[in-house]
C-alpha cells in the first residue's frame, strides 16, 4: 500500500508541474513574473542558510531587495574548488560522488535515495560535477512534457496515449553519467506508460541505426547533429525505412547550422527543435516548433548575455558569454555561473507566437567534423569518442583536440593549478574509449602536456579542431559559425 501511495503521489506531483508549465498566454504573465521573483529571492536565502560558499560570498548584501548585478559571477574552476562548500547538504562531497560515479553499476540509480549525479563533458575545459535532487529533476521533465511538444490545456486528447504510447528513440553516447544519458536514466516510471523509449549510440554503425529505427518505427527522435546527419544519409540511401509516423526530430548537445536542419527537414518531411541547455540547467529551454531557435524557460532560469566585463549586451546582440542562474536546483546552487557561449537573445517576439523570450542563435561549443578512413570507407567521426575517455580525469584543467592527418589525432592537454597529469594515462585512457568503439587499429594519435592552451582572437578554445580538412572524396561540409 506504501509503494502504491508514492507511485500515486509521484504521478499527481508530474500531472501538477507539467500544468504549472504549460505555455504561457497574456493573462498569465504578471503571476509568472511574481513566481520568477519569488524564486529569485527564495534561492538567494537558501544558498545563504545552506551553503557555506554563498554564505561568505553574500556578506554585505541584502538579499532581499538587491539586483542580480549586484551578486558576484561564479566560474567553473571556483565551483570545483569550492564543491563541498557550495552543495546545500552538507552530507555530500566530492570525493564520495566521484567514488559514486567510478561504477558504472551506480547508473540510473540516485545518490543517497535523493540525488542525481552526473558529470559534464568537459568539452569547453574542465569537467565539471553537477547534483540535482528529486524536485529538480522532476521540473526539468515537466518543462519538456510541457513545452516540447504543443499541448492542450484539455486532458482527454492525451489519454491516447495510454492506449498507444508515443515511441520515442534518443541517440546519445552510451549510457553513463554525462548530461543527456543522465536526463533519460531518471525519466519518471509513471511516465514510461506513455512513451516507449529506444536508446541508441552515436558509435553504432550506420547499418545498426537502420536495423534498430527500422524495427522501432519511432514517432520521436531525439540526438546529436552528427547523428541526425548519418540517418539523413541512410534514409536518402533508402536504406532507413520509415512508415511515416515520425512526428518530430530534435538537436541536442550540438550546435544546429542552418543548412544541415534544412537538408535533414526535407529528407524526414518533419521539424527539428534544438533545445540549448547545459548539465547545469536542463530545464534553460524548449526547442521552438516554428524556427531552429530555443525558448527559454524564463520562470526557471535566469540567463544573462554579457559582454567580456559581464555587462549585458541588447537582444539582438551576441554576447561574450553568458551569465546563468538556475532557479530551480537548491541542492547546489548555480547563481550567475559563467559559460562561454556567445549567444543572441532575439530582440522581437517569435513567429510561432510564444510569450517566452527566443534564444536565435547560440554559437562557441561548436566542432571541427573529424573524420577517418577505414579501408577506403570514409566515416564521420564523433568529438565523444575522445571526450569519453577525459571525464574520469579530474587533474585536468584545458584540453583540445586536434585532427593533424588522416587517421591521425593529437591530445593537448593542461593540468590543474598544482596538480599533474600523466601522458600515460591518458593514452591508456583513449585508446581504451577508441578500442571499445572499434576503432584500435584505424586511429593514432599523440599526448602533448601543456602548461595552458592559449584561446584564439575570438577568446575562445576550440576544443576540437581539425587542422587538416575534409576528407578528399566529400565535399566540404557546411560551415559552422565558431567563435
Not at 24 to 50: C, G, H, I, V, W
Not at 61 to 80: Q, R, V
Not at 264 to 288: D, P, Q, R
Not at 313 to 325: A, D, F, Q, Y
Request: glycine share 4%; aromatic share 8%; with cysteine.
Amino acid at each position: 500500500m506504501r509503494g502504491f501511495l508514492r507511485a500515486v503521489s509521484d504521478q499527481v506531483k508530474l500531472a501538477l508541474a507539467i500544468r504549472s508549465l504549460l505555455p504561457p498566454r497574456p493573462e498569465d504573465m504578471q503571476a509568472r513574473a511574481d513566481a520568477r521573483e519569488t524564486r529569485f529571492r527564495n534561492l538567494l536565502q537558501y544558498a545563504n542558510e545552506n551553503s557555506p560558499y554563498y554564505r561568505k560570498q553574500f556578506q554585505g548584501i541584502d538579499l532581499k531587495t538587491c539586483a542580480i548585478t549586484d551578486l558576484p559571477t561564479l566560474t567553473k574552476s571556483e565551483m570545483m574548488a569550492n564543491l563541498d562548500d557550495i552543495f546545500t547538504d552538507r552530507a555530500l562531497r566530492r570525493a564520495d560522488l566521484e567514488r559514486f560515479m567510478s561504477d558504472p553499476a551506480n547508473i540510473g540509480a540516485y545518490y543517497k535515495q535523493n540525488y542525481a549525479v552526473c558529470h559534464t563533458s568537459g568539452s569547453q575545459g574542465q569537467p565539471a560535477i553537477i547534483v540535482q535532487d528529486k524536485p529538480a529533476i522532476l521540473t526539468t521533465f515537466a518543462a519538456q512534457f510541457a513545452r516540447g511538444k504543443p499541448l492542450s490545456r484539455r486532458f482527454l486528447p492525451h489519454l491516447q496515449r495510454l492506449f498507444k504510447p508515443a515511441r520515442f528513440s534518443i541517440i546519445t553516447q552510451k549510457p553513463g553519467f554525462y548530461p543527456s544519458s543522465t536526463f533519460f536514466n531518471y525519466f519518471p516510471e509513471r511516465a514510461r506508460r506513455f512513451l516507449k523509449l529506444q536508446r541508441l549510440s552515436v558509435f553504432d554503425p550506420p547499418e545498426v541505426l537502420v536495423e534498430k529505427l527500422n524495427s522501432f518505427q519511432p514517432n520521436f527522435i531525439t540526438g546529436y547533429t552528427s547523428a541526425l546527419e548519418t540517418i539523413t544519409r541512410e534514409l536518402k540511401a533508402g536504406r532507413l525505412k520509415l512508415r511515416g509516423d515520425l512526428e518530430q526530430m530534435t538537436n541536442i548537445s550540438e550546435p544546429l547550422p542552418e543548412a544541415i536542419a534544412q537538408r535533414v527537414e526535407k529528407a524526414f518531411g518533419v521539424h527539428i527543435t534544438n533545445i540549448y541547455s547545459m548539465a547545469e540547467c536542463m530545464a534553460l529551454t524548449c526547442g521552438c516548433q516554428a524556427t531552429h531557435g530555443s525558448h527559454l524557460n524564463d520562470e526557471l532560469a535566469i540567463l544573462e548575455v554579457v559582454d567580456s566585463d559581464n555587462q549585458p549586451v541588447p537582444n539582438g546582440t551576441p554576447g561574450s558569454k553568458v551569465l546563468l542562474t538556475n532557479l530551480y536546483n537548491m541542492a547546489q546552487p548555480i547563481i550567475r555561473y559563467e559559460i562561454d557561449d556567445i549567444v543572441t537573445i532575439s530582440p522581437e517576439r517569435c513567429e510561432c507566437g510564444s510569450l517566452l523570450p527566443l534564444v536565435k542563435a547560440v554559437e562557441g561549443r561548436s566542432k571541427d567534423q573529424f573524420w577517418v578512413d577505414v579501408n577506403g570507407e570514409i566515416r564521420d567521426l564523433p568529438y565523444y569518442v575522445f571526450l569519453l575517455a577525459l571525464h574520469t580525469e579530474t587533474n585536468l584543467a584545458e584540453h583540445q583536440f586536434l585532427q593533424t592527418g588522416v587517421n591521425k589525432f593529437v591530445l593537448r592537454a593542461a593540468p590543474l593549478s598544482g596538480r599533474t597529469l600523466s601522458a600515460e594515462k591518458l593514452r591508456q585512457l583513449i585508446q581504451q574509449s577508441v578500442t571499445s568503439e572499434g576503432f584500435a587499429d584505424v586511429i593514432h594519435f599523440d599526448i602533448e602536456i601543456v602548461d595552458r592552451i592559449a584561446p584564439e582572437e575570438s577568446g575562445k578554445i576550440r576544443r576540437a579542431k581539425n587542422i587538416f580538412g575534409p576528407p578528399p572524396s566529400r565535399e566540404q561540409p557546411a560551415a559552422v559559425n565558431e567563435s
